[in-house]
């Protein structure tokens, strides 16, 4: 029997201490102080106790100052499975936050007490990102299980602060430490379908923008004597909307939707009564924009048409970025991606495919660093919902992945 034989066979009699995992984690709210949590110290610190008694004892801290939180630092964790060749390195990336449980009156059991039923485990976090997280222990565990060693280095990597921006996480490490290296293989499975084929490797530009229009106010009756803000926002909108169509003309079939897209979204209150013309007016863009489109060439455009809706309409328009991430892109045929589509192929059987996707990941901090890396996992996608669930057999098939790409080249 192959040291891979003996890490599937070891995984596939692992759902005790899977659930056991699952449920330990759970039970330890890792809230971020934005949403009215203490952090994820104390999940961090259970964790690493777990890890030292399966005998996972090579850990790192690098722990960021928070204020906001109990004893002031949000940890980040590196569990190192020493392999044949320190080249190479295979870095699998989970977090250690979860996001509130919502309305517990939606929820079915107790958000943070794992229940166990019909193949699946229930609880806040199980999916998001405990999945990842706990099938990458697995795979390691697996592997040392059989007896071996990895072919190369692994580097379990668990962060804080995903759910919230990750500037006390991903962010906090790429400022303050060399970890990474060029040749390393970087999978952050914290993305996917429940095929498990598709391996993102791209992300749209993002950029939300709010418009803010004054103009000036008077009654509904007389609306030649004011400027209406509301209208000359309307016709912005649909303006800059229609940039999709006649300048940001590109299509890229790796993204679904394949192209550009300038959505107007949010709309502030204006006046409170039907009958007076709006004199002051702000609304929302979010916009996602094809990697090879800059983002500063989109405001270039959106401030184009705003000087000539001002004219127009005789109002005033300026506009404030809420949030901005340009990412590069993982190539399609990197190392990283061609290894990992060959374990899956081995493992579930189905031919996973390059995407790319209009959301952000962490995967942009990464890339824009010059790391490759890659967001992919077989999920269920009930992240941030109310019962939110793994599949056993998911954590299992994952973990089982992970440990080909451990033990093959």
């Keep these: 029997m192959t040291l891979k034989d003996k890490a599937f066979k070891w995984l596939e009699g692992s759902v005790g201490g899977i659930v056991e995992l699952e449920s330990a984690l759970t039970s330890i709210p890792a809230i971020a102080p934005e949403s009215g949590g203490q952090g994820e110290m104390r999940k961090a610190e259970t964790l690493i106790g777990w890890l030292g008694a399966k005998g996972i004892h090579e850990i790192e801290r690098y722990d960021a100052p928070d204020s906001r939180v109990p004893g002031g630092r949000r940890p980040n964790i590196v569990a190192t499975i020493p392999g044949l060749s320190d080249s190479g390195r295979i870095w699998i990336m989970s977090h250690l936050d979860v996001v509130p449980e919502g309305d517990r009156s939606m929820w079915k059991t107790d958000p943070f007490k794992v229940v166990f039923k019909d193949g699946r485990v229930y609880g806040r976090g199980v999916e998001d990102n405990q ?9 390691a565990l697996a592997v040392m299980a059989g007896g071996g060693m990895p072919l190369h280095t692994v580097k379990l990597l668990f962060v804080a602060d995903e759910e919230v921006g990750s500037a006390y996480g991903i962010q906090y490490l790429l400022k303050t430490q060399k970890l990474f290296r060029p040749d390393d293989v970087i999978i952050i499975p914290d993305g996917g379908n429940a095929q498990g084929t598709e391996i993102e490797v791209a992300e749209k530009n993002l950029c939300w923008i709010k418009i803010v229009t004054k103009g000036k106010q008077c009654h509904g009756s007389t609306p030649d004597e004011g400027a209406n803000a509301f ?10 909307h229609d940039l999709e169509r006649t300048v940001f003309t590109a299509r890229d079939p790796l993204f679904s939707p394949d192209r550009t897209t300038l959505s107007p979204t949010k709309k502030e209150a204006n006046v409170p009564n039907i009958n007076t013309i709006p004199g002051d007016d702000a609304f929302c863009f979010d916009m996602r924009i094809l990697p ?3 983002i500063d060439s989109v405001l270039a455009e959106v ?3 705003m ?11 300026s506009y404030e970025i809420a949030q901005r991430n340009e990412s590069k892109a993982t190539a399609p045929d990197a190392p990283v991606v061609t290894k990992l589509a060959r374990a899956v192929k081995e493992v579930y059987g189905v031919d996973a495919k390059p995407i790319g996707i209009g959301g952000g990941t962490v995967g942009a901090y990464l890339r824009n660093e010059g790391f490759d890396c890659v967001v992919w996992a077989r999920l269920e996608e ?5 019962n939110e669930n793994a599949k056993i ?3 299992i098939g994952d973990a089982k992945v992970f440990a080909t790409l451990m033990l093959e080249e």
């Design 382 to 386: 009930t992240a941030h919902q109310p």
């Design 307 to 317: 000087r000539e809706v001002e004219a127009k309409h005789g109002v005033t328009m």
């Design 231 to 240: 209208l000359a926002a309307c016709e912005l909108a649909l303006r800059v």
């Design 303 to 305: 401030s184009k048409v």
């Design 131 to 139: 999945q990842g997280l706990v099938g990458s222990i697995f795979a």
């Design 292 to 294: 090879q489109y800059p």
């Design 393 to 395: 057999e998911n954590i």
